[in-house]
């Protein structure tokens, strides 16, 4: 059961994060086509798969078995989160045309 509450509070914690990493770093001109595009990724890897691999696995492993087993991807996500985090802030610096943070903080000019 703690595998399983551990899994559901990364699972939904990952929802804001990746719908705020889209918003602030795609280019308003194709912002619509990020966002289509983050849903569609959600819903094909997760909300559709999820219940067939779950009951897959309580077949072969038992109820309990395989709501211990499916946390384990939202501990993955939150991994592939915690990787991307390394690069965020020098994305965002990039597309603000800064490329240092020492840059941003004493900028020569004033980005238009």
């Known amino acids: 059961m703690l595998a399983l509450a551990v899994g559901c509070l990364l699972s939904a914690g990952s929802a804001g994060p990746a719908a705020a990493m889209v918003a602030n770093l795609t280019p308003a001109s194709v912002a619509a086509t990020a966002f289509a595009t983050l849903t ?33 991807v939202a501990v993955a996500a939150t991994l592939v989160f915690l990787v991307g985090r390394h690069w965020y802030e020098r994305d965002l610096l990039r597309l603000a045309g800064l490329t240092t943070k020492a840059e941003a903080e004493h900028p020569t000019e004033v980005p238009s």
């Open 40 to 72: 569609l990724a959600n819903s094909l890897l997760g909300l559709a798969p999820g219940p067939a691999v779950t009951g897959a696995l309580a077949d072969r492993f038992g109820l309990l078995g395989a709501l211990c087993i499916v946390p384990l």
